[in-house]
């Protein structure tokens, strides 16, 4: 297989979904062009070997347009893992673009024509395959669900501290603070927050981490920290007793399950997380799976979630033993891999 690509192996989806086709017996090699335009001009000077398959690598759809072309000159399948769309962050993310304007209408027909370069589409949740399917043309039937999950060499279940009577909980968020994110509605929970004790700390950096600390001016109860080694985040996500999801009331907000989240219920943490169509049917009916449901932007109800978990150390408990058991059961890596092996399935290359 070839993974091709300007695209960063260190980031989490890669670094697992590498490790997995491992598993399943690929033999992964890497070809970074120097232009992303060019690359099927630069694989052909360099003489690149012929794969079973290319991998085109989240984010990389600048990269799509030159590999198809190269794959396709040889009869091989493409596989494409875009995990965002382009289309979605520029105008319904961020709002740069208004949709109705030329140029978004330019990036969702360039967007369009990318997509159906792709013998296949893998989508991190079900919601992103029925995005790419309406919005950008992709052929459904093509459309693979293949779970993030989290590394489980890292992010392994630890007992939950037994904090003494009277010492205050921590409830933890840790994210690039952008409005998918939700991080002002944490602040504002914060300050509305009543019950016992509690501390809120928000790990990180992003283009919203300023105007939240400006907001947190007079709460003794925020505190913020930067950003750590990845390494270090499993242990610090098992020193808190509550972990946070995301809270941003953007249509995108509704269709993804962050790393943070599957990351946390691996450590075995319950998390407060706004309700979304992105998770499966049954986690998002069962009432104890260590998942606590908010509605987006909804600072009061995640005031109160926490008053209540704060309030019962007991359940607290019971519920981060459920996170784990949600995360092994939904999530885990036995779990991402039997996605990814029936999402190969029928991508075989023509030998001519």
Known sequence: MLWWGRFDPDYSRNRILRKLLGELGWQVRDFQPRLSGMGDWEARLRGVPRPDLVWVPCFRQRDLAAASRWARSHGIPLLFDPLISAYDKQVDERGKLDAGSRRAKRLLAWERRLFRRAGRIIADTPAHADYFAEVLGADREMCAVVYVGAEEALFSPRPMRTRQPGESLEVLFYGSFIPLQGPGTVIEAARRYQGASVKWTLIGNGPLRKACEEQAVGLDNVAFEDWMPYEQLPARIQQADILLGVFGTTPKAGRVIPNKV???????????????????????????????WVQAGDAQGLAERVAVLAEDRDTLH?????????????????????????ALEGLQARRG
């Open 262 to 292: 599957f990351q946390s219920l691996a450590c075995g943490r319950p998390v407060v997380t706004r309700s979304a169509d992105a998770y499966p049917d049954g986690l998002a009916a069962e009432a104890h799976s260590g998942l606590v």
């Open 318 to 342: 019971r519920l981060g033993q459920a996170a784990g058991e949600t995360s092994r059961h939904y999530f885990s890596e036995s779990v991402v891999r039997h996605q990814l092996s029936e």
